[in-house]
């Protein structure tokens, strides 16, 4: 068996792209039903998602084995399991991650932040899309602007958690209210982050109608003195612009009309176990029944995988799930 790669080293995949974040879906269950993700009649009780000894065998084998460094929990909704804090403390001190993220909808983070800043958590995104309660309920399908909302405060308040906000930029919504998300957004140490609206099989007409590209938002925002930033070291695909004195960084995130393919840094586990090797790729290698023959046994698997990796964006187009489309909470954005 090959010896483990050094930490934070990753993999590197045949197009020369060094591999070093893992983007983990502990949870299919969502408790919210966006219109841009949910594909109808995709669901799932949560029976058959990876347990906690599963997820740790398989963040000992990325970040130990492979020199995977950063990782994202990711869902679903991944507060809805109630174990995420044992998840997260297990990644940061058995795996040895050196950088925790968490993707959520916010909705019931107030009261689980701190649990999970203390288990490791150092940055947290949560997707908000709108400012307005109607939009909403409209676009996320559920009453939950003000618990979402409750959540960012408290995210802050941590004082040393990371804040990121994603807005899917949606014509009728993100997209016409982006001055109202630059008010919102003054002074407060967050990122805001406009993201382009991904196709998803069966969400065309959808896509068709709300679709927009984020440029002409970027082009306002230098009119308004925010200033194009150096990229950080490890930096994901973000355009980021901030302006002098307001610690608010704005970011565009635009995978459709400008695609980010040679840079890509990641991975994807999908909660049942799927490793997806591309988020537009058709392939993914079932890594569930490797789990049972430890890390290192993995790891090997996730080689070999690596081997096939291609780049799925110009042959596909769109993101497509696993075993089944099951919408974006399969593969988990
Ligand atoms: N439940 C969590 C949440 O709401 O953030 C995590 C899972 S969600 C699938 C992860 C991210 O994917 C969210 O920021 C969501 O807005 C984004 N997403 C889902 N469908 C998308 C699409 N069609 N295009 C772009 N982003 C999408």
């Known amino acids: 068996m090959a010896r483990p790669e050094p930490a934070g080293r990753g993999l590197v995949d045949p197009q020369g792209r060094r591999l070093t ?11 919210l039903r966006c219109t841009y993700c949910n594909v109808a009649g995709a669901s799932s009780d949560g029976g058959d998602e990876l ?3 599963e997820l740790t065998t398989l963040g000992v084998a990325f970040a130990r084995h492979l020199g995977f460094h950063k990782l994202r929990l990711t869902g679903g909704e991944p507060l809805l399991r109630a174990d995420l804090a044992g998840i997260v403390r297990a990644m940061r001190d058995e795996a040895g991650f050196a950088r925790i993220a968490l993707t959520t909808n916010g909705r019931l983070l107030a009261g689980h932040v701190r649990e999970l800043a203390a288990a490791g958590v150092q940055q947290v995104n949560v997707s908000l899309d709108t400012l307005c309660a109607g939009a909403y309920r409209e676009v996320r399908g559920a009453d939950a602007l003000d618990d979402v909302l409750r959540g960012i405060d408290a995210a802050l308040a941590v004082g040393r958690l990371r804040v990121k906000v994603n807005v899917v930029l949606l014509r009728s919504v ?4 982006f001055d ?10 967050i990122d805001l982050r406009f993201i382009e609206l991904m196709p998803i099989e069966g969400l065309d007409e959808f896509h068709r109608r709300e679709h927009v590209s984020g440029e002409p938002l970027i082009a306002r925002i230098v009119d308004r003195g925010f200033e194009p930033q150096e990229s950080e070291p490890d930096a994901g695909p973000a355009a980021v612009y901030a302006r002098p004195g ?13 695609p980010f393919c040679e840079r890509c840094n990641r991975l994807r586990v999908a909660p049942r176990g799927a490793l997806k090797l591309c988020l537009f790729g058709r392939g993914f290698v079932d890594l569930r029944p490797f789990l049972a023959r430890g890390p290192a046994a993995v790891a090997e698997v996730v080689r070999r995988a690596i081997a096939l990796r291609e780049d799925g964006f110009r042959s596909v187009g769109r993101p497509v799930g ?11 954005g």
Do not use: K, N, Q
Not at 174 to 177: D, I, P, V
Not at 322 to 332: N, P, S
């Open 246 to 258: 307001d610690p608010l960084r704005v970011g565009f995130v635009s995978a459709i009309t400008r």
């Open 51 to 53: 347990s906690l000894a």
């Open 322 to 332: 696993c075993e089944a489309e099951r919408g974006m909470r399969g593969i988990g």
């Open 180 to 189: 109202s998300f630059l008010a919102w957004g003054a002074g407060r140490p």
């Open 21 to 31: 974040y893992l983007r983990l879906g502990v949870t299919e269950r969502c408790d």
């Open 174 to 177: 993100g997209f016409a209210e």
